[in-house]
């Protein structure tokens, strides 16, 4: 079994700052690819930002320059640093992961996990 938690949303003013964290764990035995997704009221859930196991980092026009994300295979977590931010990035925030299940250092399979999401609320 995998788990995923996500931390790190909450209120914050426009202009102001967040970082959500997404740690996995389990039986664990290498994560692929890594990334942000969010749902705005009304909205359809949409891609922020992702990260491949090599570093390759891609974002949504609308937060490129303001949002960082990073992770740290050590602690199978990624992050998103989130700057500058608007009132239209009001949202829950989801951690997606493609985690390799593995046991006894052997790879069994993979499977798309999704965290249970955060609210980020951008508003003075």
């Known amino acids: 079994q995998v788990q995923v938690v996500e931390s790190g949303g909450g209120l914050v003013q426009p202009g102001g700052s967040l970082r959500l964290s997404c740690a996995a764990s389990?039986?664990?035995?290498?994560?692929?690819?890594m990334g942000w997704y969010r749902q705005g009221p009304g909205m359809e859930r949409e891609l922020v930002a992702t990260?491949?196991?090599?570093?390759?980092?891609n974002y949504a026009d609308s937060v490129k320059g303001r949002f960082t994300i990073s992770r740290d295979d050590a602690k199978h977590t990624v992050y998103l640093q989130m700057n500058s931010l608007k009132p239209e990035d009001t949202a829950v925030y989801y951690c997606n992961t493609d985690v390799v299940i593995g046991r006894l250092g052997v790879p069994l399979r993979i499977l798309e996990i999704w965290g249970q999401g955060t609210l980020v609320t951008v508003s003075s």
């Open positions: 389990g039986s664990i035995f290498s994560i692929n690819s």
């Open positions: 990260i491949t196991s090599g570093g390759s980092t």
